[in-house]
């Protein structure tokens, strides 16, 4: 009988399936692409609609087979929080986040459940999610701590401060992440273009007014008389809480019109949008994973970013970093970062070119061979 690997893959099927949707449909796609001799992958889900299972097998064709959990995604969050269900059975389980049928099991046998940890905004930012978001991931934190075989990180800087939330020893794996799936420039770009009215110029960003986001920064730093006049396009939602995007420019002193959000879910879209811009600002104070910088890379679009611990890590001196500090002068710092960029074409140029040489260095096929791996060293 083949060895079998248990994916829990719910997340697409969530009402917003988001970053963690896109993570987990790139990694199963990966995982069962990259499947050893004698094994395979089999799809964990909750209890569904028929048409969130039929989309499921379309999405991962290569399945073996799909659980269904007899309890609902809202149920079955409750449940693994408090370990009152064993489903979906044991063996390999592995989960893309902290959402996992944590449980008590013999060390020496052939159970074993891996987790994911993408951040730690449950303790850093606990402002920025509900209360019971944070209080969720605190008690599966701890269900880890005590249950899971391995967690896996995108980034050594993650690890280093996971560590200090909960002791895991030796149990951290740090796997890194790649672009999303279908990143592509399109044969169509130009018309893509032409319908988002994109100017020949611009920036692109990404994140909400969230002020560990740095989009706030950013504004700032566009509204100096010293900034160049170019627009930016933010990736992300107009509003956060009572504050809408074009007010917050306003503002910054940045004209009316010289800043719009879009939200994209078309791969295509997004790579129309990226590729064109003169740069790709990541100024956000706090990130796990770095993928937004990897995407903008394998774009071949110059990066500006903060110097938070996971930017550095996975940029690698190949986008312009900026400090953060922990006083005023960012919005300054970035507004020279910006402008440095804009203004030079040939470090511009640059910053392309080691962008696109850093992106080769992560790929979804990597990091699903090196959770087999991980699963095989357990």
């Not at 796997?175 to 999303?180: E, K, L």
């Not at 504004?219 to 809408?244: C, F, K, M, T, Y």
Request: net charge negative; proline share 6%.
């Amino acid at each position: 009988m083949p060895t079998t690997l248990r994916m829990i893959v719910d997340q697409v099927i969530a009402p917003v399936p988001g970053a963690l949707g896109r993570y987990t449909q790139a990694l199963t796609t990966s995982l069962i692409d990259t499947a050893p001799r004698g094994c395979d992958v089999e799809g964990v889900v909750s209890s569904s609609l028929p048409s969130d299972y039929e989309l499921v097998l379309e999405r991962f064709p290569g399945l073996s087979g799909l659980y269904k959990s007899s309890l609902a995604r809202r149920e079955l969050v409750a449940a693994w929080q408090f370990g009152l269900t064993t489903s979906p059975g044991g063996g390999m389980i592995h989960a893309p986040s902290l959402f996992a049928p944590l449980r008590r099991h013999a060390a020496a046998g052939n159970d074993q459940t891996v987790v994911t940890v993408h951040d730690l905004l449950a303790w850093t930012h606990p402002e920025s999610l509900t209360p019971t978001t944070v209080a969720w991931n605190k008690a599966m934190m701890k269900r880890a701590r005590k249950h899971a075989d391995a967690i896996v990180v995108p980034t050594h800087a993650l690890a280093e401060r996971l560590a200090l939330v909960a002791d895991f020893g030796d149990r951290v794996r740090v796997i890194g992440t790649a672009p999303r799936l279908g990143l592509k420039l399109p044969r169509d770009a130009a018309d893509r273009a032409a319908r988002f009215a994109l100017p020949g110029d611009y920036l692109v960003t990404a994140g909400s007014l969230d002020p560990r986001n740095g989009v706030v920064d950013l504004l700032e730093a566009l509204g100096r008389a010293d900034s160049p006049d170019v627009p930016l396009i933010v990736l992300g939602p107009e509003n956060w809480g009572e504050q809408h995007l074009a007010t917050v420019a306003e503002e910054a002193g940045i004209a009316r019109g010289r800043v719009r959000a879009l939200e994209l879910d078309d791969p295509a879209d997004l790579a129309t949008v990226l590729s064109g811009a003169t740069a790709y600002v990541a100024p956000s104070h706090d990130e796990g994973s770095g993928t937004s910088l990897i995407e903008a890379f394998a774009l071949g679009v110059p990066v500006i970013h903060s110097d938070t611990p996971a930017y550095v890590e996975v940029a690698a001196e190949a986008g312009r970093a900026v400090v953060v500090g922990g006083g005023a002068g960012y919005a300054e710092r970035l507004a020279a970062a910006v402008t440095a960029v804009v203004d030079d074409a040939e470090l511009a140029d640059r910053l392309s070119i080691a962008g696109t040489d850093r992106a080769q260095a992560f790929t979804w096929r990597d990091s699903a061979e090196r959770v087999w791996q991980l699963h095989a060293d357990l």
